[in-house]
Each structure stands twice: as C-alpha cells, then as structure tokens.
C-alpha cells in the first residue's frame, strides 16, 4: 500500500522522469501535489501499469490533485548537459509550473539537483512507495508516449509508436541502417550486437 505522505508539515510535491534510458525523444518529468488524505486502489509505479490503467488514471489525477505541471527537455539539451541533468531540469520545470509552490520535495531515485531553497527527500523506488511520486510517474510517462506517438509519424520506421525511443533491437538496427533523426540523442551511442548503451 503506497502512502500519502512523506511528513506531514509542509506542502509535498512528489517528482518523478519518464525516458531517462531512450534513444530518442525529451526526457519528461512531473510534479504533483496531492490532498493530504490522498488514496487509490490503483495507483502504483506507471510501469506496473497497462497503458490504458495509465490514461485513465491521468484523468482522474489532473481532477482530483491540488496541483500538478510537466517538465520537457529535449534532445538536444540532453545532449549538451547529459541525461542525469537533462533529468532534474525537467523535474525543475514541472516545479516551475506548479500553480502551488511546494515547501517539500519527495523525489524519484537516489539523486537530485537541489531546487531553489525547498528541501527535498530522494527516494530509491519511490514511485512505488508514496502516491504522489506514482502520479507523477503516470503524467510523465503519458504525456512522453504522447510526445512519441505524435512524432512517430514523421519517421515510422523507428517503431516510437511501440518502443517510444527505447533501445529495442529493430529501433538500434533501424539507427545503424539509416542513421538519427533530427529527435535522435547522439550521444547515446549503439551497436545491434549489445543490448547496452552508453552515455
């Protein structure tokens, strides 16, 4: 059973990424601010989710939290400041928007860029552990394969309509056959032969 909260003194936003380990595509991330007596039957992780779960419940996030924002970082500025950045930028972004500044931060993984003054707590498994983090990973996971279905139209032989930007074996053959898109992120760098990529 996920908790409501981390402590119970100040406003909680909790923030989660979506496409840290894709080839192509932004990196997105949410903040999400849920009423205190916050509770779900459903809600977990995103990727303990169908896709279908996922959407419905986006819906009935956006309804029902105090506040919520996505963040975006692209390609390219994934390239020039690395993911790891790339990755608390959009985590800052989606801070940025919330209309509700938070004075408490619960963040997804084991690292994170200090946001303004706010304190913050990071969390390994976090997405699994409190709902605030899980809804943020369902809005940045949802609207990233929203991003990647769109742009899977202008390039449809990278099957991002599938993968969304990951680096399955077709979507790393396709690259070396016929070389990156302008959404590609060159210095992720891939071979057919490994299933690994380096950064």
Request: with cysteine.
């Given at each position: ?24 595509g ?5 903040a999400?601010?849920?009423?205190h ?124 309509h ?12 396709t ?25």
């Amino acid at each position: 059973m996920l908790l409501a909260r981390y402590q119970h003194k100040f406003i909680e936003a909790g923030c989660d990424e979506a496409g840290r380990g894709c080839l192509a595509g932004p990196v997105f991330a949410a903040a999400v601010i849920l009423p205190h007596d916050f509770d779900h039957g459903l809600l977990n992780d995103s990727k303990q989710l169908t896709e279908s779960v996922r959407y419905e419940l986006r819906i009935e996030i956006e309804q029902r939290a105090i506040a919520h924002a996505v963040g975006i970082v692209d390609n390219i500025e994934i390239d020039e400041i690395n993911i790891l950045n790339a990755s608390f930028l959009a985590m800052h972004r989606a801070i940025d928007k919330l209309h509700l500044k938070p004075q408490f931060l619960i963040i997804d993984g084991n690292r994170f860029n200090k946001y303004q003054s706010t304190p913050h707590e990071c969390i390994v498994e976090g997405d699994g552990k409190y709902f605030s983090i899980a809804a943020a990973s369902v809005l940045a996971k949802t609207y990233r394969d929203d991003y990647m279905k769109q742009i899977a139209a202008e390039h449809p032989e990278y099957d991002w309509h599938t993968n969304k930007g990951y680096p399955t074996l077709k979507h790393r053959e396709t690259i070396l056959k016929i070389g990156y898109t302008p959404y590609h992120r060159r210095t992720f760098r891939v071979t057919a032969a490994i299933d690994e990529i380096e950064v």
